[in-house]
């Protein structure tokens, strides 16, 4: 099981455990964003949230973006 972290979860407007991307989601984020690095992106992982954000910012996209839903191709 992936180590967690708690942070302060937008979406959910409360404090969830976050934890790193798998490279496979890595990939999909960083085809999403158009960037050759998304290191820095934890998930929440409260039932049905996936919202994302980084370490320090709580939000870090004018609109959440959640994890799954980068699973639909563009
Ligand atoms: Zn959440």
């Known amino acids: 099981m992936a180590r967690t972290t708690e942070k302060y979860c937008f979406t959910c407007d409360s404090y969830e455990e976050h934890r790193k991307l798998d490279e496979e989601e890595q990939a ?4 999403r964003l158009g960037r050759s690095s998304v290191n820095e992106f934890l998930v929440c992982v409260a039932p049905d949230c996936f919202n994302l954000r980084t370490g320090w910012n709580k939000r870090p996209f004018p609109e959440p973006i959640r994890l799954s839903e980068l699973n639909e191709p563009e």
């Open 28 to 31: 999909k984020l960083r085809r």
